[in-house]
């Protein structure tokens, strides 16, 4: 985990060094890890999730209760 921690700081400090100019090395750390961790989270439509089952069942085949007939 340590060697993680490591890289991570690492390219952190890369992407400051190379990009940042307004913030200090610290707030754009700590920027940049509340955006790294953020969670996205995609609300779906009804049509988007019909679909996306749709496009599911064609690679699955449902099984009748009680077995196929």
Known sequence: ????DK???DEIWQTWLHKEK???YEDFKKKYL???YK???KTLSKEEEQKIIE????FIKPINKGGEK
């Open 1 to 4: 985990m340590q060697l993680y």
């Open 7 to 9: 890289e991570k700081e």
């Open 22 to 24: 307004q913030l200090s």
């Open 34 to 36: 509340k955006r790294m």
């Open 39 to 41: 969670t996205k989270v």
């Open 55 to 58: 496009n599911a069942t064609r």
